[in-house]
């Protein structure tokens, strides 16, 4: 068999290849950066308020909570809708009416907020027979 050989040398047309290298580096961060975002997407359903710090928090799950704001001067919002007291009371008890077993609330309260502002809706959450109540704060940054 003279003559032939096992390389095609001459101008014969090339097998295509796909290289799966750089297929999986980039599956792998396009994982990576989902993974990141999801993460970071653990957002309270209020205001945005400036938090106050504390370094004993701990991760929540804010899915099945109704989250009520207290701004910096006094006024109140029911997840993103800002309330007046009466609608305020009025959706507590429709929450804990739609919710009897299982209600969570969470307290979003801006770090300049008045306390009493605070406290008088951490109050009227208990009267409305809702035990589950959180507080929001952020993460204290070591010193």
């Known amino acids: 068999m003279a003559g032939s050989s096992s390389h095609d040398s001459g101008g014969g047309r090339k097998k295509a290849r796909i290289e799966i290298i750089p297929l999986i580096d980039v599956i792998f961060f396009?994982?990576?950066?989902?993974v990141l975002f999801t993460l970071s997407l653990n957002r309270?359903?209020?205001?945005?308020?400036s938090l106050p710090e504390a370094e004993s928090g701990i991760p929540r799950d804010p899915s099945g909570t109704?989250?009520?704001?207290?701004?910096e001067e006094g006024t109140m919002a029911w997840d993103k809708d800002p309330v007046t007291l009466d609608e305020f009371?009025?959706?507590?008890?429709?929450?804990?009416?739609?919710?009897?077993?299982?209600a969570r609330i969470l307290i979003n309260g801006d770090a300049e907020a008045s306390f009493s502002?605070?406290?008088?809706a951490f109050d009227e959450v208990r009267k409305a027979g809702i035990q589950k109540v959180l507080i929001e704060t952020r993460v204290k940054k070591p010193d």
């Open 30 to 34: 396009l994982l990576a950066t989902f």
């Open 44 to 49: 309270s359903q209020g205001l945005h308020v």
């Open 66 to 71: 109704a989250t009520i704001t207290v701004t």
């Open 89 to 102: 009371l009025q959706r507590l008890k429709t929450f804990h009416f739609e919710h009897p077993d299982d």
């Open 117 to 120: 502002s605070v406290i008088y």
